[in-house]
């Protein structure tokens, strides 16, 4: 019934997309977006797939981690500071694009394909599908997503929506933000058939998955594969357990570095208003802003601002 709801609320997205897809039609089906906002986004459930950076992140040890400081006055020499300038900002050293929860554009492997910053601005919101495999990962750490378990999701479901974004639920992150997630050699991944058969057999936008590469192959085969297709892909992706399979949406954000081979994402998942996790924004304030109960101040010792 939660699923029925919402995909009638979301009708009028649906019918929006269409007219504008439909080159052929002479007539274009009028939506008002406001008013889809505010029938069926305005009340639903919000959820962060997306993990935080910081320095204490896994990483993969050949970028190594990301190093955090105070943003220096470049007359001066002197950290700006909240009681000499009014005002702080952060200098970062970032030793790669491809930090905690991000995007791979395929130039990424393959410069003859778009960078992030050539990605297309409709990557920007899309029906979302997650499908798990925590189940085998139990017996079998090194599991790898095979067709049939697509197939088995599908049977429940309904076929895999065309332009869909597929998120690979293995659990994985549940010790994130642990170092030793980084040097995992045997991890859960997604088999070289199943990504042919989500790309060119259900011609999905893009997958992602919670850990830091997509199969634990020696040449990555499907990572290979994926980049030297033109296809995009998300990685260490958080969550998931706290999504619905079938019926909510993700919304795409990422950085726009020109000539960039990945790009710091930020994916929320959009739910059915009576889904368990989540918030809605009638459940939080957001303009303005609360105080928070503990002032922001750097700890060299984390190196990176906490709360205190």
Same mark, same amino acid.
């Given at each position: 019934?939660?699923?029925? +709801? ?11 997309? +269409? ?30 797939? +997306?993990? %935080?950076?910081?320095?204490?992140? /896994? ?12 943003? $220096? ?26 930090? &905690?929860?991000?995007?791979? *554009? #395929? ?7 778009? *960078?992030?910053?050539?990605? #297309?601005?409709?990557?920007?919101? !899309? ?24 197939? !088995? ?31 995992? !050699? ?19 936008? $893009?997958? &992602? ?7 634990? +192959? ?8 994926? $980049? ?30 020109? &000539? &960039? %081979? ?10 059915? /208003? ?35």
């Amino acid at each position: 019934m939660k699923n029925i +709801t919402f995909s009638i609320l979301l009708l009028p997205v649906a019918l929006f997309l +269409t007219s504008c897809a439909s080159k052929s039609s002479k007539e274009h089906v009028k939506v008002d977006l406001w008013k889809v906002y505010e029938n069926s986004f305005k009340n639903a459930k919000y959820v962060d797939l +997306t993990h %935080t950076v910081n320095p204490q992140i /896994p990483v993969w040890e050949g970028f190594g981690p990301p190093v955090f400081g105070p943003a $220096m006055n470049a007359a001066t020499s002197k950290p700006y500071s909240y009681k000499d300038d009014g005002f702080e900002a952060t200098r970062y050293i970032l030793s790669s694009d491809q930090l &905690g929860t991000h995007i791979d *554009a #395929p130039a990424h492997w393959a410069p003859e394909y778009p *960078a992030i910053d050539e990605l #297309p601005a409709t990557y920007a919101i !899309r029906p979302l599908v997650v499908i798990s495999i925590a189940d085998r990962i139990g017996q079998n750490p090194n599991y790898h997503l095979k067709v049939d378990d697509i197939l !088995r999701w599908e049977k429940t479901n309904g076929v895999i929506p065309e332009g869909s974004v597929v998120f690979i639920r293995s659990d994985w992150s549940q010790t994130w933000p642990s170092p030793t997630l980084a040097r995992q !050699r045997l991890f859960p991944g997604i088999s070289l058939d199943a990504l042919k058969f989500l790309h060119v057999d259900r011609k999905i936008l $893009m997958h &992602g998955h919670e850990p830091l590469d997509t199969d634990s +192959t020696p040449g990555l085969d499907g990572e290979y594969w994926l $980049m030297h297709n033109g296809y995009a892909q998300a990685e260490a992706i958080a969550n998931l357990d706290k999504v619905p399979e079938k019926g909510a949406l993700v919304i795409i954000g990422f950085t726009k570095f020109q &000539g &960039g %081979t990945g790009g710091y994402a930020r994916f929320i998942a959009v739910c059915p /208003p009576d889904w368990r996790y989540g918030v809605s924004s009638s459940e939080v304030k957001e303009s303005p802003l609360p105080k928070m109960e503990k002032i922001l101040m750097w700890d060299f010792n984390q190196g990176m601002r906490v709360r205190k």
